[in-house]
């Protein structure tokens, strides 16, 4: 199985969180909280939504 390190800034605020999860789960969860507007990057990358990039 495929997995990534993902990590988040719940609210944007404090500290990274970090977490390995598989490829599936880092890209659904990645999804959901850069939706909320955290930070978020997967592997050490920032993530970004399909909207942000047609921004």
Not at 37 to 53: C, H, N, R, S, Y
């Amino acid at each position: 199985m495929l997995t990534l390190q993902l990590a988040y800034k719940p609210f944007g605020l404090g500290e990274w969180t970090y977490t390995t999860v598989s490829h599936e789960v880092a890209k659904s969860l990645a999804a959901e909280y850069a939706s909320y507007g955290w930070p978020v990057m997967i592997d050490g990358l920032p993530f970004a939504t399909q909207k942000e990039l047609v921004a």
